[in-house]
């Protein structure tokens, strides 16, 4: 998502896992119309992260979902969040996980429905923030001291790595014009370009910051984060508004019927710690990220 053009004629990703069917031809099971439209539930997902570490993580809550809704559960790792809009406006996805940003538009291009996201162990809606960070040595100590400096942000439409960084800019009166910015193809890469010496600067999201440090690829000691965000509530799991809302109400009731335990592995990227169950959400969750798109102009071709 290093460029801007939207929606582009991006095809989904070879990356597909088809998870078995709960005995037999899916069109002759037992499943019924309600909870199993077509035969099969499409649920796509964004590569936020390393794909390859992406799947097995949501591979455990596609088949949990699968058990609960008693209908096969086909999972997308899509190219990317275009992509991940295109298959839904195509009717080519039931059920996608999108960025809290991603789904303001993904809401008004694809009609997709938030219906659940990450909770902590307590059951209370999991949250995360967008961060800028230097290095300790760095003459940068605010937002201001950006003018001039090279700022590495992940990729266009992602709220903490690219609108959020870019609202600070705006608020603290810097003009983008006068930062170098670097669209660097995702959160990881952000970091890495910080770390490896590419920039003066670079975004860094908690979540993010909470892989890396787990991973040992980020020594926080040897960096320091000049800005941080509110928070921003985590990605919502969303639903086509082209089904049937008695579909729509039985995967939403799925979902917050999943073990914390089926959910723990996604919600490790998440930084969701210690995991809890999902809990409901609604368009309304999301409103600060629909304010933020209002307040910086944004429409779908800047995501």
């Known amino acids: 998502m290093r460029a801007r053009p939207f929606l582009a004629a991006a095809a989904l990703a070879p990356a597909l896992l088809l998870l078995a069917g709960c005995g037999g031809d899916a069109g002759t099971s037992g499943a019924s119309a309600a909870t199993c439209p077509g035969g099969r539930i499409r649920f796509g997902v964004e590569p936020y992260e390393d794909p390859a570490k992406l799947k097995p993580a949501y591979e455990t809550l596609a088949a949990a979902l699968q058990r609960k809704l008693d209908c096969p559960v086909e999972l ?14 195509n009717g080519q996805l039931e059920l996608a996980e999108f960025g809290p940003l991603g789904y303001v538009f993904a809401s008004r291009l ?12 307590k059951g209370a809606l999991t949250s995360y923030t967008a961060g800028i960070w230097v290095p300790t040595g760095s003459p940068i100590t605010s937002v201001k001291d950006l003018a001039g400096k090279s700022l590495a942000l992940s990729s266009a439409g992602s709220a903490s790595g690219d609108a959020l960084p870019r609202y600070a800019l705006k608020t603290q009166g810097v003009a983008e014009s006068s930062v170098k ?33 787990a991973a040992g690829t980020f020594d926080p000691a040897k960096y320091r984060q000049i800005w941080k965000s509110e928070p921003i509530p985590n990605d919502p799991i969303t639903v086509s508004d082209k089904l049937d809302p008695a579909f729509r109400e039985a995967v939403a009731k799925a979902l917050v019927e ?28 999301y ?12 429409t779908e071709k800047d995501v």
């Open 76 to 89: 997308k790792i899509v190219d990317d969040y275009s992509a991940e809009v295109l298959a839904m406006r």
């Open 110 to 121: 694809a009609g997709a429905r938030a219906v659940a996201s990450f909770a902590d162990a």
């Open 181 to 213: 910015i670097d669209y660097a193809g995702g959160h990881p890469e952000a970091l890495l370009a910080l770390v490896n010496g590419k920039v003066d600067a670079a975004e860094i999201n908690s979540q993010q910051l909470a892989t890396a440090r």
């Open 258 to 285: 999943l073990e914390p335990a089926d959910v723990a592995k996604v919600g490790a990227f998440l930084d969701v710690d210690p995991p809890g169950p999902l809990v409901r959400v609604t368009e309304e969750t």
């Open 287 to 298: 409103k600060p990220l629909f304010d933020l798109a209002t307040a910086l102009g944004l």
